[in-house]
């Protein structure tokens, strides 16, 4: 009985754990992790406090998976920060995690390889693990969206050649939606079968023009909320709407030439409308893609 009596309470404190954590987890936001993460660069771009910038992020990423911001790429700054001032970040575990998030992106740089050249894994392996990363996309959305990047840049000079590929481009996320899930840079990474670009901005851009807008606006920002589908993608099929029917903007992303010099109350409307959806204030974001650019700039040289 006593025996049984156990099992019971086993049993039910392993229950009581896994709906703990299944319910933390659920109410992670990651527009909470962007607005974080815009803070911590921003100070550290004005501090330049690296063991601070440590400390910030290694809380952060306790509590949130790291989704990687292209411009930003935190997680990458973090490791490579801890890493130089030799403070624990994880070992090989977490250069393993380090290496999925820059996969969509794979196009490293010397100093990438010789981070985990000083952990033990050598150039080759590296590259392997990236073969093993690119398996494991969902081939069955790489091959359909493929062919949707193409047809979605195909006579786009023909309004009902137009229409009509939207419509099927809208129809095939619709299905992905309800069957996969957001088809994150995670699941098809950004190059297609024939080595096209797929930018999931561009595509919601011209979801924008369809009638599924309202059911993706309201869809989509769920996956914003589990990093999923990022920030920018969201706000520039959202803005884009809203210029086009509207003549407003919600995001400074498409605006007027007359609104090219905002008042101090609209360039206000704006900034809390970006932190409302992870993204950085108008000013916040032109420094990071001015640092970002001119970085390419160097690397080019």
Not at 51 to 61: C, E, M, S
Not at 97 to 111: C, H, I, M, S
Not at 186 to 197: V, W
């Amino acid at each position: 009985m006593k025996h049984h009596n156990y099992i019971l309470f086993l049993y039910s404190l392993l229950t009581f754990i896994f709906l703990f954590f299944s319910c933390k987890n659920r109410e992670l936001n990651y527009i909470d992790y962007y607005n974080k993460v815009y803070t911590i660069d921003s100070i550290h771009r004005i501090h330049k406090d690296t063991l601070a910038t440590i400390k910030q992020y290694r809380k952060l990423f306790r509590r949130y998976p790291p989704v990687q911001n292209e411009r930003i790429t935190e997680y990458e700054v973090y490791i490579k920060m801890a890493d130089k001032y030799h403070k624990n970040f994880g070992g090989v575990k977490s250069l393993d995690k380090l290496l999925a998030l820059t996969g969509p992106y794979w196009q490293p740089e010397p100093d990438f390889y010789e981070l985990y050249q000083r952990h033990g894994i050598n150039r080759a392996q590296v590259d392997q693990k990236f073969k093993q990363w690119r398996k494991g996309l969902n081939q069955v959305l790489v091959d359909s969206f493929s062919i949707a990047f193409i047809r979605d840049q195909h006579n786009r000079n023909i309004k009902e050649t137009v229409e009509m590929n939207d419509k099927k481009n809208a129809e095939l996320l619709i299905w992905t939606l309800k069957n996969y899930g957001y088809p994150s840079l995670q699941k098809i990474g950004h190059l297609g079968r024939e080595s096209q670009l797929m930018s999931m901005g561009t595509m919601l851009n011209h979801m924008a023009y369809t009638k599924y807008y309202d059911y993706f606006k309201t869809e989509l920002l769920q996956y914003v909320k589990s990093g999923e589908c990022t920030p920018r993608d969201y706000i520039e099929m959202v803005d884009k709407y809203q210029y086009a029917n509207n003549g407003v903007t919600m995001y400074g992303i498409f605006m007027r030439f007359d609104e090219a010099n905002l008042n101090a109350a609209d360039s206000a409307r704006i900034d809390r409308n970006r932190a409302a959806i992870g993204f950085p204030r108008m000013k916040t974001s032109m420094k990071i893609a001015k640092d970002f650019f001119n970085k390419l700039k160097k690397q080019q040289k």
